[in-house]
């Protein structure tokens, strides 16, 4: 009997097993599914035109794409989001889907602060997502 078959299966069972045990983790992640994700957010936040086109404070500029900060930050916004719409709202549940992904922060820094109004909440998340997705891409073309 060919013992090759039998190699090349189990080189597939413990290539497949091997991912599942550890659970969720940058190398096996699926980055088009978490970039539809936030794009799916985006859309949402551009259904609704936002009245100020007033711009950030750099300062929060730094506080919402510092990389340290995306952990807290997304916290933050995960609390926020309770101000407009309930946790089966498709914004919730996407941004639910990143911390898993996120590294904890290796220093304590002060996440963004958010209003509780839409149109402070639209602009800071919009920005938000511009970090996310620049995490997304450096971590996938890391491997
Ligand atoms: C969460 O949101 C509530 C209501 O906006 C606010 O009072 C509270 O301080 C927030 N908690 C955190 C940890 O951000
Ligand atoms: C949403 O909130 C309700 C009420 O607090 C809770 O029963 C439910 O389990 C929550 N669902 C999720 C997906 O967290
Ligand atoms: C990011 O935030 C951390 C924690 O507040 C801070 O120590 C670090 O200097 C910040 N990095 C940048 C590039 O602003």
Redesign the pocket.
């Known amino acids: 009997m060919n013992s090759l078959p039998i190699l090349h299966l189990l080189l597939f069972l413990l290539g497949f097993q091997a991912p599942q045990a550890q659970g969720r983790s940058l190398s096996t992640y699926q980055p088009k599914q978490y970039l539809k994700m936030i794009s799916e957010i985006m859309d949402l936040l551009n259904t609704s035109p936002s009245r100020s086109e007033e711009t950030l404070d750099p300062n929060e500029i730094?506080t919402l794409l510092?990389?340290?900060?995306l952990r807290p930050n997304l916290d933050a916004f995960l609390n926020a989001t309770k101000n407009f719409y309930n946790n089966e709202s498709l914004i919730w549940k996407n941004l639910k889907e990143f911390l898993p992904l996120l590294p904890n922060?290796t220093?304590?820094?002060?996440p963004i602060y958010i209003e509780n109004n839409w149109d402070d909440f639209q602009k800071k998340l919009k920005k938000y997502l511009e970090a996310l997705n620049n995490f997304l891409l450096r971590t996938s073309t890391e491997s």
């Open positions: 730094n510092n990389t340290t900060l922060p220093s304590r820094g002060e």
